[in-house]
Nanobody, 125 residues
Framework: QVQLVESGGGLVQAGGSLRLACAAS????????MGWFRQVPGKEREFVAH????????YYADSVKGRFTISRDNPKNTVYLQMNSLKPEDTAVYYC??????????????????WGQGTQVTVSS
């Protein structure tokens, strides 16, 4: 049984940092494209970043490029999202997801088979 469990969310002031973690069980994070998405009420879930299972190539949404970094720790089977210079518009529920597809470009939500339960990130102004 595959489980993805996010942690690390919370309340932070604008300009601050948070590191989200996604602990995986039932799959290996270095054998899947691992992605982070976020969603605010009333809006569609949007792509934030992903890391490919081949070569660890990463992709980012333009809105977070230069501020967020996705990485993985294979021995811990965990994927991280380091978020720096946070803005109020980064406030959302953040989800971790796993796809068996190789993402030569950002994959849509329909390409991801496994999802975590989400973790709330709130950035105050």
């Amino acid at each position: 049984q595959v489980q993805l469990v996010e942690s690390g969310g919370g309340l932070v002031q604008a300009g601050g940092s948070l590191r989200l973690a996604c602990a995986a069980s039932g799959l290996s994070v270095n054998s899947y494209t691992m992605g982070w998405f976020r969603q605010v009420p009333g809006k569609e879930r949007e792509f934030v970043a992903h890391i490919n299972w081949i070569g660890g190539i990463t992709y980012y949404a333009d809105s977070v490029k230069g501020r967020f970094t996705i990485s993985r720790d294979n021995p811990k089977n965990t994927v991280y999202l380091q978020m720096n210079s946070l803005k109020p518009e980064d406030t959302a529920v953040y989800y971790c997801a796993a796809s068996a597809l190789y993402g030569s470009k950002p994959l849509g939500t329909g390409s991801y088979r496994y999802w975590g339960q989400g973790t709330q990130v709130t950035v105050s102004s």
